[in-house]
């Protein structure tokens, strides 16, 4: 990771973004903000609960970035439509709410896990980093 555990960079960080390489950077600053689906939408961080459901090209983009998935209040889903969402670990298996599914199992940190989400039949598959691809029950 480019960045402390607990620190959360503004879009605007120039410094923090000038550690990355120049590849790097051209390659985060060319994503998506969100990828919509008919029954879900995709955002790195998260989609705030006070936002609504307006458009989301008129939501904070650094929330859609960089917001942290909580248990309790992040479960509001947005126009209807499932939240994926990941930047914050939430252990080592995904947590699914009735709106909203946080993937992020730590591949950067001890664990190992990358967890990936089907969007077909919302199943999963988790590599750990030792033994190999499993599907998650």
């Excluded at 970035?65 to 995904?94: E, S």
Aim: overall charge negative; charged content about 20%.
């Amino acid at each position: 990771s480019y960045f402390e555990k607990d620190q959360i960079p503004s879009l605007e960080d120039i410094p923090a973004l000038e550690k990355m390489f120049s590849h790097h950077q051209f390659f985060l600053t060319s994503l998506e903000s969100h990828i919509p689906g008919e029954n879900w939408v995709c955002v790195h961080g998260g989609i705030a609960q006070d936002f609504g459901d307006a458009e989301l090209e008129k939501h904070d983009l650094e929330q859609l970035v960089f917001l942290r998935f909580n248990k309790t209040a992040g479960d509001h889903g947005w126009q209807n439509k499932t939240v994926i969402c990941g930047h914050y670990v939430v252990g080592d298996r995904p947590v699914a709410g009735k709106n909203t599914i946080a993937i992020d199992t730590g591949a950067w940190t001890d664990n190992g896990r990358l967890t990936a989400l089907n969007l077909d039949d919302y199943s999963y598959i988790q590599d750990n980093g030792r033994s190999g691809i499993v599907a998650l029950q």
